[in-house]
């Protein structure tokens, strides 16, 4: 059963930079991915090795056909067949996704397959183990076909046939990795925001020790034999072992350096991202590189820079604006317009204030309403209220938005009786307060204009509860309700006295008002 082909794209946030990204991306949107592709150029590898042998041996034409065919058919081809069925077996969940792109497990199981295959293909044993059997075969055929010893050209060429898988091993692991990056890509669209994914290691600086020595060695082998003309085995063996010299003496050590300078840039920057990730963002990582390592590092740093800066105006933010409100904010925008939606306002005033505030000074009366707030805000937001504006001497306070609460008015009125008794152990006779709750339909938005806007709720209901709290003034109550916030209450049994008679200023209707006199069951259950 063959694996699926896709076409599937993912929304492309930057097109891909370099020629190598450009063809895989192109190959990607015209024929999708499949196990075989990466395997192809395997054969191209593969005819190296007889071009290699013709370079230090005569041999004619038909000799040159009958290795390149063994070769082929002898090595390449059960070793491309070994590989692939490792690939179509560890990729099941990435062609799956390919089939039919989705969201969720199935996307995280496709992105660590996709992620985790290069690496787990160099590592396999199958394909080494098959190409040193079907290696050694053709190599004693290939020094039979040249007229050389069997023993010793058969083992000389088996040396050169090593160095020539090697370096396809590691050429065939940036071909694959080049080939998962569009489907990868599409993938990590799909990706839940909030999943922590651990990125299959392999460092940068053992990819350089691995990849070029090998074909450093590989080049080396071919160029001694374009320059040897009628050579002999021991030619061939000199090619070999002086390319194997120059590659441990020189290119290792050069590798070595601009290795450790590349791979010490990105562990600066991977700890400073670590860093940042912590919370600690005045992170910043050294500019000690002239190339594009140092230009990464730059950008880095202004990165950090600026959400450090976003922080301090988030932070302030927060502290002008209610948590609820700057998280509704910042998750919605700013937009004018305003949602009509059924909540219950408390509204909180201090009693006696102006004769209260004569005896202080300015900073006393400054430090007992901070400290009055620092009492009573907490319990508004341990019930999912929000604090909607500061009134002087009192405050607006919210039951159902902008965050929705289907318990709004029984969370209120257990925010009022908690205040009330909060106040009465803070300051005892010295200070009081009075509190009016009123439910009922308003327009909650964000509302202002010239730069200036503010979250907040309008509407009849809201003047009522100003209302019911002037009311507290008559009747001596600490807390009174109107006839709308009684009749949704639901989660509380608690016994209530009416007090009649009573006008609210501005209103040329009688509202029904009400006292909570005897608690038998308060709410001090929380909403989840």
Same mark, same amino acid.
């Given at each position: 059963m063959s694996e699926p082909v896709s076409h599937y794209i993912a929304p492309r946030t930057a097109p891909p930079r370099g020629l190598i990204g450009r063809l895989m991306r192109l190959s990607y949107e015209r024929i999708g991915f499949h196990p075989v592709f990466p395997f192809v150029p395997g054969f191209l590898v593969g005819a190296a090795g007889p071009v290699t042998l013709a370079l230090y041996f005569d041999m004619s034409s038909g000799q040159f056909v009958r290795i390149l065919l063994a070769a082929e058919l002898g090595i390449w081809l059960p070793e491309l067949i070994v590989a692939r069925a490792i690939v179509s077996r560890r990729a099941r969940p990435l062609l799956a996704w390919i089939a039919a792109?989705?969201?969720?497990?199935?996307?995280?199981? @496709?992105?660590?397959?996709?992620?985790?295959?290069?690496?787990d293909l160099l590592r396999h044993p199958a394909p080494y183990l098959m190409v040193a059997t079907t290696a050694l075969g053709f190599d004693f055929y290939a020094a039979s076909e040249l007229d050389l010893p069997a023993f010793g050209g058969g083992l000389?060429?088996?040396?050169?046939?090593?160095?020539?898988?090697?370096f396809w091993a590691v050429l065939r692991l940036f071909i694959l990795e080049a080939m998962l990056r569009p489907p990868l890509e599409a993938i990590s669209e799909h990706l839940p925001e909030d999943v922590h994914l651990e990125v299959p290691r392999m460092p940068l600086g053992r990819r350089l020790l691995i990849a070029l020595p090998v074909m450093n060695l590989a080049m080396g082998t071919v160029l001694a034999g374009i320059f040897a003309g009628n050579a002999t085995l021991?030619?061939?063996? %000199?090619?070999? %072992?002086?390319?194997?010299?120059?590659?441990?003496?020189?290119?290792?050590? %050069?590798?070595?350096?601009?290795?450790?300078?590349?791979?010490?840039?990105?562990?600066?920057?991977?700890?400073?991202?670590?860093?940042?990730?912590?919370?600690?963002?005045?992170?910043?990582?050294?500019?000690?590189?002239?190339?594009?390592?140092?230009?990464?590092?730059?950008?880095?740093? /202004?990165?950090? @820079?600026?959400?450090?800066?976003?922080?301090?105006?988030? /932070?302030?933010?927060?502290?002008?604006?209610?948590?609820d409100v700057a998280e509704h904010i910042l998750r919605e925008g700013t937009s004018l317009a305003g949602e009509e939606v059924e909540v219950t306002m408390l509204f909180l005033d201090i009693r006696g204030f102006t004769t209260f505030a004569e005896r202080l000074s300015a900073s006393e009366v400054v430090a007992t309403l901070n400290r009055l707030f620092e009492r009573i805000v907490p319990i508004i937001h341990e019930h999912h209220g929000h604090v909607d504006k500061y009134v002087g001497d009192g405050?607006?306070?919210?039951?159902? @938005?902008?965050?929705?609460?289907?318990?709004?008015?029984?969370?209120?009125?257990?925010?009022?009786?908690?205040? @009330?008794?909060?106040?009465?152990?803070?300051?005892?006779?010295? %200070?009081?307060?009075?509190i009016g709750l009123n439910s009922g339909a308003v327009v909650a938005g964000n509302v202002g204009g010239a730069g200036r806007l503010e979250f907040s709720v309008i509407g009849d209901a809201v003047n009522v509860a100003a209302r019911v709290e002037s009311a507290t003034r008559q009747t001596g109550d600490a807390v009174l309700i109107a006839e709308r916030t009684r009749e949704l209450l639901a989660g509380v049994q608690m016994d209530f006295a009416e007090r009649p008679g009573l006008m609210l200023k501005g209103k040329t209707q009688p509202v029904a008002i009400y006292a909570p006199v005897v608690v038998s069951s308060p709410v001090t259950e929380r909403a989840s």
């Open positions: 792109p989705r969201g969720g497990e199935h996307a995280i199981a @496709a992105w660590r397959a996709g992620t985790t295959l290069p690496r000389v060429i088996f040396l050169g046939s090593i160095v020539q898988y090697s021991g030619d061939f063996m %000199l090619g070999i %072992l002086g390319a194997t010299i120059v590659t441990l003496t020189v290119s290792v050590w %050069l590798i070595a350096f601009i290795s450790d300078s590349v791979a010490t840039s990105m562990r600066d920057l991977r700890d400073g991202a670590r860093r940042i990730g912590r919370g600690e963002l005045g992170a910043r990582v050294p500019v000690a590189s002239t190339d594009e390592t140092g230009e990464l590092a730059q950008s880095f740093n /202004e990165m950090a @820079a600026g959400l450090a800066e976003r922080e301090r105006i988030r /932070e302030a933010f927060g502290t002008y604006v209610d948590r405050l607006l306070a919210v039951f159902g @938005a902008p965050r929705r609460q289907d318990d709004h008015a029984d969370q209120a009125l257990a925010t009022g009786l908690e205040i @009330a008794a909060a106040v009465s152990d803070e300051f005892g006779d010295r %200070l009081s307060v009075g």
